[in-house]
């Protein structure tokens, strides 16, 4: 009896898209270019062609589709948002435009921070006060309100945000304005104590201000995508991939979009979660290179970090503060603009850059042939023959290599460099990029990603693996099967969830246990309410529970996790001891005789998916120390000035169980090539992923 699981995942360049039988654990996956226009006709072709390659009626698939997203991050990156006003305490009507008056360049007197994503012209400010303390010192009059609906009306609108001053410890007027305004004017309405009800006037305001802006724009495609379902035949619902790593309902999902904003890096990070523990890897670090961007994120204990904030569409990728600081969980990970459609081109100087400009899915790289003239690092892929022109995606789409080598031709010609060096410029220093923004990365947070195994998927990723590896100094790479659409699968493996928090600052010594319990009891009501709509049963539904804390008089908090279950567990030793612990981690050091305050209290509330078991089925295993047959050979160029050398081609669907071979060698499924150096030895492990262990070389010895 067959289970059949569908997900998708729209990214930049390509949406995949995958089918499950959970019950054997068969996978067919499937990509085509996303449409950026109009973004149900790229998931529309990659679902239909999928379950035709599959023989599956679409009626046959009764369980929940997952689905993750880049629109809302899109949307804000490229200022392609919806008609949203905010709505504010009178008085504080420019806080979008003062943001919190931190400067990511100091000495950059014609510094440039992103518009915000409502304009002051449709920022209204009305005649209401909440104290510090919860009580409600001015109440809106039922005049005011009706003004500002007029001006609401009037101002055409399609969306609005409302953030009043303190309405995180009480949200008294927030609720009555967002009831007056939905009733009144029939928009989508938000209140900042339900998106974000945390303390900080800023980030609290612009995380709202996205929400709103983008709740026209994910609400419409989530309507057509499920009518489209139903017209379909489709028996299940829709449940959406949140940046925290946990799915909901499609619903929830459209109350509260900014909560998507890392949608698709987040599923990649759980499928490598998936992974580390099926591998027993106690480190591990996801190496996601798509399209448009690279991610990597550090999995440790069997779980994938997570931060309370997010920065998005910052004015420079690289410049942390340059963006909109939501206040939203999120996976842990860093990003940068190293796809293999990101663009290469001479700077000022005259250096060789590669992104962060991408020539996304319209036009594509040159090869491509959809119109492109600018190399991207797919054209340098194609160039040193790392990718074969006539099998990319099984031939549907073949590659243009003549189209490439002339768009290198002016590069070239500017470096004074032939075009194959050229191409093998670009592949290294997209690739130095990716491995110095990791070590970076994990450098702020005091990790030493030494020695750590890297797991490559996203269409780009297995052709740069292991010469990112060899950067990090990492002696391990995991090539998983169906690589290129690792990210869609990842929400397969994903647990229903949703992070909550509410501020509440108070000593840890003068908590009160019967508020502190009646507000996690609101958390609680609010998780199992999304969980419930997202199909989980009650008793499935468990709780963990975390604190935002600091040292009185500081100005910063960390986020530690004290315990889980029903109530509250952990006492105010093992609170104490549990920050203590992550301070000295951080900062190497405690401070004695200083208070502890808690600023913000955290719950998460989540139900782990069924088991999913993806072993290949009736493969039989290779001969004891057999090597396996290659299907053919050519060409290749593994860096610059260095000669062609003859290749071995493997099929990935021929490799068995217990087949070895050694690099240099190209593995090549339908939808990504996995690139083997030389100097590393391959393994093919039971489930028909590829280890490569990288061992000394005479060149090194």
């Known amino acids: 009896m067959t289970d059949w699981r569908l997900a998708v995942d729209i990214g930049g360049t390509f949406t995949d898209a995958v089918l499950l039988d959970a019950a054997t654990g068969a996978v067919t996956v499937n990509k085509a270019l ?42 804000l990156i490229e200022d392609k948002t919806g008609r949203a006003a905010l ?63 007029t001006k609401l009306s009037d101002a055409e609108v399609e969306a609005v945000a409302v953030c009043l001053i303190n309405s995180y410890v009480n949200a008294a007027n927030e609720r009555l304005l967002v009831e007056e305004l939905h009733r009144a004017l029939g928009v989508p309405v938000c209140a900042s104590a339900d998106i974000s009800p945390q303390i900080r006037e800023y980030p609290r305001m612009i995380t709202a201000a996205c929400n709103a802006a983008t709740m026209p724009i994910i609400g419409p495609y989530l309507d057509e995508l499920q009518k489209w379902l139903s017209a379909e035949g489709f028996g299940g619902s829709v449940l959406m991939m949140l940046s925290n790593g946990g799915v909901v309902s499609a619903d929830d999902a459209a109350a509260a979009p900014i909560r998507l904003v890392e949608s698709g890096p987040a599923a990649g990070a759980l499928a490598a979660r998936w992974f580390a523990r099926r591998l027993g890897e106690d480190r591990l670090l996801a190496f996601d290179m798509g399209g448009t961007t690279a991610k990597a994120t550090l999995v440790e204990d069997g779980e994938p ?97 003549e189209r490439a080598r002339a768009a290198f031709q002016p590069v070239a010609e500017g470096l004074d460099l032939p075009v194959v060096d050229t191409a093998a410029g670009v592949y290294e220093v997209v690739s130095q990029n990716m491995a110095a923004a990791a070590r970076m990365h994990a450098v702020e ?99 963990r529970y975390g604190i935002d804390a600091r040292y009185t008089g500081q100005g910063n908090e960390i986020t530690i996790w004290v315990g889980e279950g029903d109530v509250w567990s952990a006492t105010d030793d093992e609170v104490v001891a549990a920050f203590e612990a992550e301070y000295r981690r951080i900062y190497g050091m405690t401070i004695d005789d200083v208070g502890i305050e808690v600023v913000t209290w955290r ?63 190209l593995v090549e499924e339908r939808e990504t090539t996995s690139v083997i150096r030389p100097g590393w030895r391959v393994a093919v492990a039971h489930d028909a992923s590829l280890i490569a262990t990288r061992h000394t070389t005479e060149e090194e010895t």
């Open 34 to 75: 996303t449409t950026p226009a109009a973004p149900l006709e790229g998931v529309q072709t990659a679902v239909g062609q999928l379950l035709h390659r599959a023989g599956v009626s679409s009626g046959e698939i009764t369980a929940p589709i997952v689905h993750a997203t880049t629109l809302i991050t899109n949307a």
């Open 87 to 149: 709505v504010t305490t009178q008085g504080f009507g420019d806080t979008l435009l003062i943001r919190d008056e931190h400067r990511y360049d100091m000495y950059d007197l014609q510094i440039e921070f992103p518009d915000p994503p409502i304009s002051r012209e449709l920022t209204f400010e009305i005649d209401e006060r909440t104290a510090a303390t919860g009580e409600v010192l001015v109440r809106p009059s039922d005049a005011a309100v009706a003004e500002l609906v």
């Open 305 to 401: 970090a997570l931060t309370t904030t997010f920065e998005v569409a910052r004015r420079y990728r690289f410049k942390k503060g340059s963006g909109f600081p939501v206040s939203v969980p999120s996976v842990d990970l860093v990003e940068i603009g190293a796809g293999g459609g990101s663009l290469a081109h001479l700077d000022q100087f005259g250096l060789l850059k590669v992104g962060p400009e991408s020539s996304g899915a319209d036009p594509g790289p040159a090869c491509y042939g959809r119109g492109g003239t600018r190399p991207a690092v797919t054209d340098a892929d194609v160039v040193l023959g790392l990718l074969d022109p006539d099998a990319f995606l099984g031939g549907d789409m073949p590659l243009d290599a």
């Open 445 to 543: 947070r005091g990790v030493d990603l030494r020695g750590v195994t890297l797991l490559a998927f996203g269409g780009a990723g297995p052709p740069h693996a292991c010469r990112v590896a060899e950067l990090l100094d990492s002696n391990r790479v995991v090539f998983p099967v169906n690589a290129s659409v690792l990210s869609a699968f990842g929400t397969l493996v994903s647990p229903v969830r949703i992070d909550l928090a509410r501020s509440w600052p108070v000593m840890l010594a003068e908590v009160d246990a019967a508020e502190r319990d009646a507000r996690l009891q609101e958390l609680r009501d609010e998780g199992r309410r999304v969980l419930r709509s997202a199909g989980v049963p009650e008793a499935d539904i468990g709780f």
């Open 603 to 665: 719950l998460s509330a989540r139900a782990e998916p069924v088991e999913i078991d993806t072993d290949a089925p009736d493969v039989a295993p290779a001969a004891p120390d057999q090597s396996p047959r290659p299907a053919s050979t050519r060409p290749a160029v593994f860096g610059r000035a260095q000669a062609e050398v003859e290749v071995p081609v493997y099929r990935r669907d021929q490799l068995r169980p217990g087949a070895t071979f050694d690099g240099p060698a």
